[in-house]
């Protein structure tokens, strides 16, 4: 069967953001996405209200029942929830050190609203951040991690921390007119691109573009051809999204 990625993340009722966004993304990458599901979230595309974090137990139980069933080739995390939660992924990438690994380090959601207590969180990750094969954070995700303001150095600090490839992305820097995102690996620039910054706020982009680049590595992608490929793929949802009702965030149309 195709190549899997095993993907732990939070489920957004609204279907923009978390578990749908990651199985939506992925197969349109052309992999295959199991789940392990780390937390129920009360949400919309509007703001989240709260959330019930799974048990490490169950969220580990989860995963181990799929190992050795599928063709898993690549993790994917998205929201965790729990420090709890965040040791017990660190514990199943040490036993599984074949397995490439996309950190998408979530903190809080788009639409706005607590995805668990960012300063322990962000402590947590830490564990994380040396196992990931490339981290998808955005400037805001970029800034908390390391503590730092200016995006080279903080960029900088995570090679420090043990990051192998780190994909900042710009959407919520101060540019009207376009995004620049910006690739490292091993603490260089080896990529840079830009595209017309498109009008509204979209629920779920983060998600959809660390899973279609999760997918396109398990297919065997070299890492900066799964990036450009995930880059382009997710302009054209964006471009497409759906608005749910006047107020809220569109909705990206993966297919």
């Known amino acids: 069967m195709r190549p899997t990625v095993l993907c732990f993340s939070g489920l957004d009722p609204s279907g923009g953001a978390g578990l749908q966004a990651d199985i939506e993304a992925i197969g349109q990458s052309g992999a295959h996405a199991a789940i392990a599901c780390t937390a129920l979230t009360i949400q919309n595309s509007q703001q989240v209200f709260g959330f019930q974090a799974t048990s490490k137990e169950l969220l580990l139980a989860q995963a181990n029942a799929v190992v050795g069933d599928l063709p898993i080739q690549c993790v994917k995390s998205g929201m965790l929830g729990t420090t709890d939660n965040i040791s017990a992924l660190a514990q199943f990438l040490r036993e599984h050190s074949d397995y490439q690994y996309v950190l998408d380090p979530v903190l809080v959601a788009n639409s706005g609203g607590s995805l668990g207590d960012q300063a322990t969180l962000v402590q947590a990750f830490v564990e994380l951040i040396p196992l990931a094969t490339i981290l998808t954070p955005n400037t805001v995700e970029l800034r908390a991690l390391t503590g730092l303001d200016d995006l080279e150095a903080a960029t900088q600090k995570l090679f420090k921390m043990g990051a192998k490839a780190v994909l900042v992305k710009g959407g919520h820097e101060d540019t009207p007119n376009f995004i620049k995102n910006q690739l490292f690996i091993h603490d260089e620039l080896v990529a840079e691109s830009t595209c017309p910054r ?33 880059e382009v793929w997710l302009f054209g949802v964006l471009k497409n999204a759906e608005t749910p009702i006047p107020n809220g965030q569109k909705i990206p149309k993966r297919f």
């Open 198 to 230: 498109l009008e509204g706020e979209y629920h779920g982009s983060g998600c959809s573009l660390a899973s279609y680049i999760a997918g396109r590595l398990a297919l065997g992608d070299d890492l900066k051809i799964a990036v450009q490929h995930a």
